[in-house]
């Protein structure tokens, strides 16, 4: 079993930057894939960036540039680092992991992650 715990969310001005992370444990060939993900209560749920066990990466076109994901050594910690944010960034943001091959680990298939966080709270003010 994969358990996921996100910390690092919180409130910070436009132009600001957090680092989210993501504390992950369970079998390592569970989660070849990690993404984050957010979601902003009714409306659809967004994926951000996900990053495979080569470190091959994959990002939302809202967040190109913006936004880098990476992980430590050890696969056990998942980042993303947020830079240049923008109101339009706050969501709760959500660590997930899955058992995938590499052409699909990517923010389009969400539907296929197995394990998620609880989530943690982003918010940007203008």
């Known amino acids: 079993q994969v358990q996921l715990v996100e910390s690092g969310g919180g409130s910070v001005q436009s132009g600001g930057s957090l680092r989210l992370s993501c504390a992950a444990s369970?079998?390592?060939?569970?989660?070849?894939?990690m993404g984050w993900f957010r979601q902003v209560p009714g409306k659809a749920r967004e994926g951000v960036a996900t990053?495979?066990?080569?470190?091959?990466?994959n990002y939302g076109d809202s967040v190109k540039g913006r936004f880098t994901i990476s992980q430590d050594d050890t696969k056990n910690t998942l980042y993303l680092q947020m830079n240049s944010l923008k109101p339009d960034d706050t969501a709760i943001y959500y660590c997930?992991?899955?058992?995938?091959?590499?052409?699909?680990?990517?923010?389009?298939?969400?539907?296929?992650?197995?394990?998620w966080g609880k989530g943690t709270q982003v918010t940007v003010s203008s």
């Open positions: 990053i495979d066990f080569d470190g091959d990466t």
């Open positions: 369970g079998a390592t060939q569970s989660r070849s894939c």
């Open positions: 997930a992991a899955a058992r995938l091959p590499s052409n699909y680990c990517s923010v389009s298939w969400s539907e296929l992650f197995e394990y």
